[in-house]
């Protein structure tokens, strides 16, 4: 049989495979030298710029100083010379557009007669400030009619510039926002940038309040650690849903799974070994803080995470991230996976984004200290934190609603689709004394003694950690644990400035005034404890009992992205964005649909590839196979030897129940309209002929499978 071929010729391929050599050399090069070298730096800037120029380009980024068009004149001059010094004969303006993925455009540094003089065209202050792609190819989310295709893109000077090299030459790459010509948001970044503006102002409200003087500029920080698939490429290749959907559509379990947690933290494989180290090469070029890479839960699953950095600038970086994970798998033979559900059964994979706020003289304002019930201001940032998780709790569900991400949430292993609060034991053990009428005490961290003399004591943190909630306060920091592997971090972000901007405004308006403070502190705390507490969950956020409890303090369980998606466009939602000018009503009607939208193609495509996949791939194979079997009884039977027909009947069975299977799916799929009829008759009529074909699987001869098989992808590197 010819398929026979494709998936064990890809096999032996791998096992025959000749490793990548050695292209990182940290010896030679050392990080430090690594390091920001492909980034027009603040270092480079200093070097380039005239100390005046360089000042006002420190202000803007530091605290928000509009920028003049001289200035951006002299910084565009400096970027041209510092890029193609660099070997860069392009320059790109790249924008984040609500697909969740990264754009980019050309454009030559050269212009016309002058390509291959000496002159280097115009890159003026102009050019570098604004581009002009054309929009009408972006979801837009009824924003515009499609003639009208301007949209515009604005440097944005906070998140540096960068080389990107390829194989053939080097782009100077311009992180930007993308609007309209009407002026609305097109993109992910100004949203965020904006968020960033409303929490600032809200911050330093409440921090003069706490008696500083001479407050710097607030900053939201984030640190997304990424988790990801590695399979070799070759399977890739050889799957289409893989290829085209991003997951497995079929699949039967293997007989090894995940079962034995051999895999978490276990041992780097060597050949991923070398492509984290290529990784790690690449993004410290690009200025991108990697620090922490590992063996995730499931079999063939890691996670890296980068050092914290400005919310904006954390998130092109994980943008950009994603991309080199992808660029440098490629080159190791390796396909990098970014669905939150490639496989069934096991674990699937997300992006845990670490949340704070800070500035440089107050520090991160969600450090607690050692004595957090002391610590008022801290109380007072982490109790507005509380009241803007449960006020829009929908908002942070429906922000972290995508198709990929509706295998995860809710299942057995994942955050649940209930978004709840974990404080741990120290936290949670003050707000309970703040309800019951003021913290007089916290619990200490001690000691732990492990046992053994030669270890050192360890200082044991005052709270557990607790890997089943969604949101969780992880020490100095919120941990958002839900959003999706392959969902881009600007949007929950976005969402998280504006709800504790909300917070802190409305906990300043009534500090604000008061005749004495530390009294106001006490009332606005207890007040968000009695009316919000009901957040906070620090037991299993997968039990059942959860799910019961939750129901009961009336938190919302919103399952899908079908039922989540709505609460964009809520009057409540709305009126929080427009409130602190970081998205109109129209912008996010416009993200709601376009959530809708991109759901709804994801699932087309995934239905679309389940129908050619069974009709093509497996039902040749499985009715050839009943045609072997049945040839087989009648020879058996003739020459008057025993013979079963069990195994004949069965897949017969199934090869008459795919054919209904496929058929019933075209029929559910054509007639699916609105988005509910995606989640709950085109995903089950697609379950279901999966079900028919992961049972095929277990009946048919090893050598005519198709399909490259869990077992296979999960384990051979
Ligand atoms: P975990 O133990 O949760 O897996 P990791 O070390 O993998 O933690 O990642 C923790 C992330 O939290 C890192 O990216 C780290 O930089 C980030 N982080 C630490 N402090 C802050 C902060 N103040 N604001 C935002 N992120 C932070
Ligand atoms: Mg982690």
Redesign the pocket.
Known sequence: MSTLTGRLSAIASIAGRTPTGATVNFSEESPRTVFGSSTFSLAVMKEKLKPDTYASVLSTIKSGQKLSEAVADEVADAMRLWAVSKGATHYAHVFYPLTGASAEKHDSFYEGSECGGEAISKFKGKTLIQGEPDASSFPNGGIRATHRARGYTAWDITSPAYILESGNGTTLCIPTSFVSWTGEALDTKTPLLKSMQALNKQAQRILSLFGHKEIAHVSA?????QEYFLIDKTFFYSRPDLLAAGRSLFGAQPPKGQEFEDHYFGAIPERVLAFMYEVDRELYRLGIPS??RHNEVAPGQF?I????ESANVAADHQQLTMTVLKKVADKHGLACILHEKPFAGVNGSGK?V???L?NATQG?L?DPGDTPHENAQFLVFAGAVIRAVDKYAKLLRAVIATAGNDHRLGANEAPPAIISVYLGDQLADVFDQIKGGGATNSRQRGKLNIGVDVLPELPKDAGDRNRTSPFAF?G??F?FRAVGSNQTIGTALSALNTILTDSLDYIAGKLEGAPDLNVAIQNVLKEIVDEHGKVIFNGNGYSQEWHAEAATRGLPNLKTAADALPAYASHEVVEVFERYGVLSEAELHSRFEIAVEQYIKQINVEANLVCEIAQTKIFPVASAYATTLADSVTKLKSAGVATSTATLSKVAALVVELEGDITALKEIHSAAGEITDWTFKVLPAMLKTRKTVDALEALLPDEVWPLPTYQEMLFIK
């Open positions: 920080t984030a640190g997304p650690e620090k922490t996670e995470a980068p050092l914290f845990h670490n949340w704070s800070g991160n969600l992880t100095n920091r941990e």
